[in-house]
Structure formats: C-alpha cells, structure tokens
C-alpha cells in the first residue's frame, strides 16, 4: 500500500503560479500510474492531469491544458503540478492519486481507476 501526501496548496492572485507536490511512501512509485484529481466547493472531483509511470506519458484536461504540467521524479518518490496562469475557476481542493499498474505507459483519468488519494490540499485563486 502506498500512502500519498500532498503540498504547495495556497491562496493566490489570478495569473499567479503554484506548484503542487505528492510524496509518496510504503511502496516504489515507479511502479504506479498517477494523477491528479480537484473538487471545487459544491462540484464533482474532475480529472486535472495524468502520468504513466515512466513520465513518457501525459494527459490534461482542456481546461488546464497549457497552464498545468504534470511530472514526476522517481527517485525522490514525487509527483508534481506546475501551475501557471492561475484562474480563479480553478479554486479546489487538489487530490494526488495513485494506482499501480504493469503498463509503463497506462494513464488512467477516471477517478475509479485509482487505489490511493491523498488528503487533498486547498488551492484559491482570488481575482
């Protein structure tokens, strides 16, 4: 089982930047495709942006297409979101997920194709 906790949340200016991080501890995260998911107040939890394991594979959700980077370091059992150009829909809470896989280029973006979420962190944007 691995456990993920993720940081960088905060309140911001519209057009600022945020980078988000999830570490992972308990298992290798090399061996897991991740994402990240976000909930705004009185919404569904909505897909942001996902990773194969090897990081040669990546996919967004129009919405944050060319604002957000999704990566990954291995080795240091991190995942990151570069956030750029901050807009004040994008206020939500921020969920780092996780689920292993055998495919090294697999991507998951539905919500129920992942085992283990972080505890969320607050992202706002103020305008």
């Known amino acids: 089982q691995v456990q993920l906790v993720e940081s960088g949340g905060g309140l911001v200016q519209a057009g600022a930047s945020l980078r988000l991080s999830c570490a992972a501890s308990?298992?290798?995260?090399?061996?897991?495709?991740m994402g990240w998911f976000r909930q705004a107040p009185g919404k569904e939890r909505e897909f942001v942006a996902a990773?194969?394991?090897?990081?040669?594979?990546?996919n967004y959700a129009d919405s944050v297409k060319g604002r957000f980077t999704i990566s990954r370091d291995n080795a240091k059992n991190t995942v990151h979101l570069q956030m750029n150009s901050l807009k004040p829909e994008d206020t939500a809470v921020y969920y780092c997920?996780?689920?292993?896989?055998?495919?090294?280029?697999?991507?998951?973006?539905?919500?129920?194709?992942?085992?283990?979420w972080g505890q969320g962190t607050q992202v706002t944007v103020s305008s």
């Open positions: 308990g298992r290798t995260l090399s061996d897991y495709a």
């Open positions: 997920a996780g689920t292993r896989t055998l495919l090294i280029l697999s991507i998951k973006k539905g919500s129920y194709e992942y085992e283990y």
């Open positions: 990773i194969s394991r090897s990081g040669g594979n990546t």
